[in-house]
């Protein structure tokens, strides 16, 4: 141990460390100053920066000891002690973060860049913050802010240089609302249905702590004298565990134990997932394996130790024997039955068959003009949120009580799984979640390992805890959408479907961790996307393979709008059409609503035609073709992908029940006015980036006739919130919001009928107002309607709250005291949003690099409880698909060997790579939910997958190639086009 | 993940830090490779000695013919410093081009040619150049080409770079520096074609330097080929002569990031654009 002096923020801090401590875990665990994050530990994420003497530095890549003496600033020294500065004020007002997690690291980042150039422009900027990686905004809003800040710095720069500058209008406290940024957003055609606190963009209430660095993601929670877990990983993709040496590890300082498979099954209950589905096989997956590994990077023993460090090092002494078997990774061998098993107790690595008929396809197929064959394969991506996985739990043995803190999207599904796993009554175990640095699908189930320490900590009764380190997570959390699609179609020669034939595959990976249908059996249902077709078959399969377990991933049913999208170019390729007209003849227009798909689902309220002509009379299409035609003559590979898609939300129960998985799509709130008149809701919500916090206090004011910034939230504790399904699937604002808003409903009900006894209801019947008595609440007030407007009444929330509890003999005769609503809601089994998504694209042939030039989407998303923050989750959505079309996937060696294990090699998109993205609304409201609510935030992936896709397929026409399989790295396309000559077009 | 346990020394002066080193040191410069390698566990070390606290290893000389940049000479330092743009701009721009501001705030020029990745753009530039290492050890001191020192085992276990030489640029020379990177925030080059030329006063080609990255196990340059490319007309013909040749060389490999047929049309088609760029500001520093 060194004793260091580090002055950070102004502050002295004496230190003793090790010579191997990192800067990063000296600011973090010794000074306490948690605004620093660590996303990577390699330099590639920024997450970690922080200024030195006023110089950025990666603090990953810095020892403690190096920054003895030294001047350290980190996100919580930006601004003084109340506030923010103009560059984080920036980011709030264009809602330049979601989860947060990355956002100290840019604000360090561009704080140093604007220091040296104060008038930076817009690209200088996106190159400035092009090594942070960001995974939820798709770096518009970023940029947008940046580009804010930098126009604030350089007026501020100007008029201090100049001594009669006239008082600018930006600044510290600045009121410029003008938007920034290259977002063309307005409303088209019909406003949102309700106004007030719904439809409005107000700033995120979330937004303060994770700007000044204060938020509280799982790793910053303080909880002294906690043990670190670290995980002992396979190296084999396949092999049979012989033995196990721990005693190598006996003797080191700090080590407490180390413990096994065997140990975790004495403890726990295995995971069984077999739901009752047809054609399902029942698979189990113990705690942690005892007898083989399945992968590179399966947990095969756990070291408990007084820190991280510690751990790692006898981590790294713990002897497994392994017997290496042939791993199985090529899903055409499985399918053959000739690869090696990868569960024994099963006899296929088929682990699920469908065999789908509607209608009548064969005399469809036998009458067509012609049949149209199309091809479309995805790689494995992994969902990489900002944050990895992480917990810590606490055993509380006198109570005998649990205290898991995690960042699961699910609090209470994820506390009624620990503690059956765990063998304890439901009560005795309390989820916390608080902040949590993205997920997109990644924090769903309990995890082993998330499992294996709430099982320390109570084997060992001390506080344990676990932090993911971006390697286990690039290689063992859990990996999407390696799906593939063959497809026949049957048209006329006027290009009309007359029915499809899709055989879907799915390469699952090493265990069964969900139902091994529950994402292909989404891509088949909504593959009909908007177009009429009655006479659909499909079949269904999915394989195990030694790979990381799949999951669900922000839209897992996204390769649907890829194969049918494809599938409309495709026709139009084959027939001499023009895309454009294809879809005209093909898509279902409003006047044929409601409209039930050949799968059973029920589409209404949707406009996917209105979307589909908006984007397109928007972008100027024929001008477009025009543009393509000459810069072809020129050299210039210019192409325009068109994407329409139909977005399946909400999941309410029946949607489960209809799929044959047990379970509930309900959502719970409560909402509660103490007796001061302060509002509090909770719901059973838990957020990771989505800004939450915000949307149910927007519906819940908009219930109960409040202004959102009096209704505290409170999300994520399974002791606070009511029992509710948590975040997945896009539901969220109507499942959550939906609760909230019929929650603080009924409680205005109650509200009303204590101020009818308090003001008289001498207002006029049917005037418009709540309860048709004339009274209503307006901004916390009592008013009453008067000459088709509101007069107030003098009595505010806060005096029928202090009737209600501690005047109740005022009540009306019968009322219960106090003012709580609590309510639980069912939303309908599903609402769809759809939208139409252009992109344009120039292919350079020589590097194989894609440009987007251009970005559009026109969607229907019915009501907006917040534009921005549904515009913020388009740009995440289509930066999250695009990363897939061209960068991102998980790839391994012919021995199972995981390629890329680090941010060097899975490669997010940095801002450098991000389109920018116009966002027009045309909002439908759902007649199905309260306040006219549809789910979003998954659209935007499904559309750029097939937007980009077809876009370069489009540029690349002239070269006769069309690309089947993703990515569409840079490399590849060259090595494709290398060799080929590109047609000249034709006049 | 967290490095394993070292011990760590900081010596104040280049004699106390040859006084100290043992077999088995590691060097510790700007850290951004082995700092990396070391959480990653893929390295370890008995001892990290710390050599930024050395003030003879930053110093920055520009003489009339040569500039000699001590080995801790930042990344950020040799992009930004108006002595280094002026006296060899190509190597301002190529630094310009590492990694990303906080990686250049601490990387450094020593650091950055002793771990001789193939792609990295510093080490091009000294092969570039002809730039010279001065290195020293506890019982030695020795100067040797950059380009010597760019291969496996080419440093001494005790051994220190200690400063880079290189021949300082005339205002005549033209120059070019072109990359084409990996997308994503690591964005680390794949190919790098750099170039200077002089023309003569009959706009032929007078002086030709050409270097590349990533296309062979260490950088190479044009060296003496150049030869038959002196004395002509800087036409396409000519571009694709000096291709031709830069590409006869190459001997890359095919992996994760891109083929090697990839990486072999790259330097067609960087060498194009570079030769391009240099040609342009030869005439303009002819006029
Ligand atoms: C996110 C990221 C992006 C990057 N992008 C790029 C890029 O685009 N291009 C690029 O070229 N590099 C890139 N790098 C690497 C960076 O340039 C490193 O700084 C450089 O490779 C090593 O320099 P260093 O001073 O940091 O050396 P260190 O990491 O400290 O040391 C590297 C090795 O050199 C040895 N060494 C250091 N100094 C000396 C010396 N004076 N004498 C003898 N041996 C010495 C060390 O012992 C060690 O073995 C990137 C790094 C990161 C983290
Ligand atoms: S760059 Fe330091 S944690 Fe990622
Ligand atoms: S907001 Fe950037 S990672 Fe979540």
Request: aromatic residues 4%.
């Amino acid at each position: 141990m060194t004793g260091v002096e580090i002055n950070v923020n102004g502050r002295q801090y004496g230190l003793e460390v090790e010579p191997r401590t990192l800067l990063s875990d000296a600011l973090r665990d010794g000074c306490g100053l948690t605004g620093t994050h660590v996303g990577c530990e390699h330099g590639v994420c920024g997450a970690c920066t922080v200024l030195i003497e006023g110089r950025p530095v990666r603090s990953c890549l810095m020892l403690a000891v190096q920054a003895d003496g030294q001047d350290v600033t980190t996100v919580e020294g930006l601004a003084g002690p109340d506030g923010l500065n103009p560059l984080q004020e920036a980011f709030r007002a264009e809602h330049g973060l979601q989860c947060g997690f990355c956002t100290p690291g840019i604000l360090v980042t561009l704080t140093a860049h604007l220091a040296d150039h104060p008038d930076a422009t817009e690209a200088e900027l996106r190159h400035a913050v092009s090594g942070n990686l960001c995974r939820c905004t798709g770096y518009q809003n970023v940029i947008a802010a940046a580009v804010r800040a930098a126009r604030s710095a350089s007026a501020r720069s100007a008029s201090a240089q100049s001594d009669e500058t006239e008082p600018t209008a930006t600044g510290p406290g600045e009121t410029s609302t003008a938007p920034t940024g290259p977002t063309a957003t307005g409303p088209v055609g019909i406003e949102p249905a309700t106004t007030g606190p719904l439809g409005t963009a107000i700033t995120r209430r979330e937004d303060h702590r994770l700007l000044s660095g204060t938020a509280t993601f799982v790793d910053d929670i303080a909880l002294p004298g906690a043990l670190h877990a670290h995980f002992v990983r396979s190296p084999h993709a396949h092999a049979s565990i012989v033995t196990i040496d721990t005693s190598t590890t006996r003797g080191i300082q700090g080590v407490v134990g180390v413990f096994t498979g065997a140990d975790l099954a004495a403890w726990t209950v295995p995971l069984r997932v077999a739901p009752p589905i047809d054609g399902l096989v029942p698979l189990e997956t113990e705690s942690l394996p005892t007898a083989k590994v399945r992968f590179v990077g399966d947990p095969v023993a756990v070291v408990v130790a007084d820190s991280r460090y510690t751990a790692e090092d006898a981590a790294a002494l713990v002897r497994v024997e392994y017997e290496v078997l042939q791993p199985a990774l090529d899903l055409a061998a499985s399918l053959e039955g000739r690869a090696p098993l990868v569960d024994e107790t099963v006899d296929s690595n088929v682990v699920f068959r469908e065999h789908f008929s509607a209608g009548d396809a064969a005399t469809a197929f036998a009458g067509a003009h012609r049949v149209v064959r199309t091809r479309f394969s995805h790689q494995r991506m992994t969902h990489a949120p900002m944050e990895t996985r992480g917990c810590a739990a606490v055993w509380d043995a006198g109570r005998a009580e649990l205290t898991m803190y995690t960042g699961t999207q699910v609090p209470h599904p994820y506390r009624t799984q620990l503690a059956a796993r765990l063998r304890l009554a439901e009560h005795q175990v309390r989820v916390i979640v608080q902040d949590v640095g993205g997920s997109f699908g990644q924090k769903l189930i309990v995890h082993r390992e998330e499992l294996a320490v709430a099982a320390l900590a109570r084997h060992l009764d001390r506080p344990v805890r676990w932090r993911e380190d971006r390697i286990e997570n690039l290689t063992a959390a859990l990996s999407a959408r390696e799906d593939s699609a063959e497809v026949e179609t049957a048209v006329t020669a006027d290009g009309r479907i007359l029915a499809v034939r899709a055989r879907l595959t799915s390469d699952f990976g090493a265990y069964a961790l969900f139902p091994a249908n529950y994402m292909l059996r989404v891509v088949a249902m909504m593959l009909p996307n908007a177009y009429r077709l009655a006479d659909y078959e499909y079949d269904m399969t999915v394989v195990l393979s030694n790979k990381i377990p799949a999951s669900p991933m922000r839209a897992p049913m996204a390769i649907c709008t890829w194969v049918t999208e494809g599938t409309i170019d495709a026709i139009a390729r084959d027939l001499g059409l023009d895309p454009v007209e294809v879809r005209e003849r093909n898509m279902l227009r409003e006047s044929e609503l409601p409209y039930v798909t050949a799968v059973g689902e029920t589409y209404e309220d949707i406009t996917p035609y209105r979307t589909y002509r908006t984007a397109l009379d928007a972008y100027g299409y024929a001008e477009f073709r025009r543009r393509q035609h000459a810069d072809r003559k020129a050299g210039i590979y210019r192409g325009l992908g068109i994407a329409c898609l139909v977005e399946p939300t909400t999941y309410g129960s029946a949607f489960y029940r209809s799929a044959g998985i047990p379970g509930s799509g309900h959502e719970s709130a409560w909402v509660r006015i103490d007796p001061s008149g302060a509002v509090v809701a909770s719901v059973g919500i838990a957020p990771a980036g989505q800004g939450h916090e915000t949307t149910i206090a927007q519906a819940v004011a908009a219930g109960l006739g409040v202004r959102p910034e009096d209704v505290a939230v409170r999300l994520g504790d399974t002791e606070v919130a009511p029992y509710g399904m948590g975040t997945r699937g896009a539901r969220s604002g109507t499942a959550g919001g939906g609760a909230a808003l019929l929650a603080a409903q009924r409680l205005k009900d109650k509200v009303l009928a204590i101020a009818r006894e308090q003001v008289g209801t001498s207002g006029a019947p049917g005037s418009g107002a709540a309860d048709g008595s004339g009274l209503d609440v307006r901004d916390g007030e009592i008013v009453r309607a008067k000459d088709g407007g509101h007069v107030g009444t003098g009595v505010a929330l806060a005096d029928i709250a202090r009737t209600a509890y501690l005047d109740p003999l005022s009540l009306p005769p019968g009322m219960e005291p106090g003012l709580v609503a609590h309510l639980a809601y069912d939303p309908p089994p599903m609402t769809y949003s759809n939208a139409a998504h252009l992109c344009e694209v120039v292919v350079d042939p020589v590097t194989g690099q894609v440009r987007i030039e251009r970005y559009l989407v026109a969607e229907d998303a019915g009501t907006m409880i917040n534009p921005k923050v549904v515009e913020g989750q388009i740009h995440g959505a289509v930066m999250l698909g695009t990363g897939g079309v061209l960068y991102e996937g998980v790839s391994y060696d012919a021995e199972g060997n995981n390629l890329t294990p680090t941010f060097r090699d899975y490669v997010l998109p940095s801002a450098q790579e991000a389109p920018r993205i116009e966002v027009l609304h045309c909002g439908t409201p759902s007649s199905r939910t309260p306040g006219g609510m549809k789910g979003m935030s998954e659209g935007g992936v499904m559309g750029s997958i097939a937007a980009v896709t077809a876009a370069i397929n489009d540029a690349i026409a002239p070269f006769g190639l069309v690309m089947e399989d993703l990515p569409i790295t840079a490399p590849r396309l060259s090595d494709l086009l290398a060799g080929r000559t590109a047609a000249l077009p034709t006049e | 993940m967290k490095p394993a346990p070292f011990d760590y020394a900081r010596p104040r002066h280049l004699a106390e830090l040859l006084g100290t080193l043992v077999d088995g040191d590691v060097l510790l410069a700007g850290g951004q490779s082995l700092l990396a390698d070391l959480n990653e566990r893929k390295r370890s070390s008995r001892r990290l000695v710390d050599i930024n606290g050395i003030g003879a290893l930053q110093r920055l000389d520009v003489g009339p013919d040569s500039v000699v940049l001590g080995a801790l000479t930042r990344h950020q330092t040799l992009a930004d410093s108006p002595e280094v743009r002026a006296a060899v701009p190509v190597l301002s721009c190529a630094a310009a081009r590492v990694g990303h501001a906080a990686v250049r705030t601490r990387g450094t020029l020593g650091g950055s040619i002793a771990n001789a990745d193939p792609a990295a753009e510093l080490p091009g530039i000294g092969v570039l150049l002809g730039a010279s290492a001065q290195l020293r050890s506890p019982d030695s001191s020795r100067r040797v080409d950059v380009e010597e020192l760019l291969h496996p085992r080419a440093i001494g276990e005790q051994e220190v770079i200690v400063a880079i030489e290189l021949p300082r640029m005339t205002s005549r020379d033209g120059w070019g520096f072109r990359e084409v990177s990996r997308p994503g925030a690591y964005a680390f080059a794949l190919v790098t074609v750099a170039a200077t030329l002089r023309l003569a006063v009959d706009g032929t080609v007078s002086a030709l330097r050409a270097a590349v990255t990533g296309a062979a196990p260490a950088p190479y340059a044009l060296g003496d080929a150049a030869g038959e490319l002196i004395g002509r007309e800087p036409d396409q013909e000519w571009f694709g002569a000096v291709a031709d040749l830069l590409v006869g060389r190459a001997d890359p490999v095919t992996d994760l990031y891109a083929s090697a047929a990839y990486r072999r049309r790259l330097i067609r088609h960087l060498t194009h654009e570079v030769l391009a760029d240099a040609l342009q500001r030869a005439r303009e520093a002819m006029s």
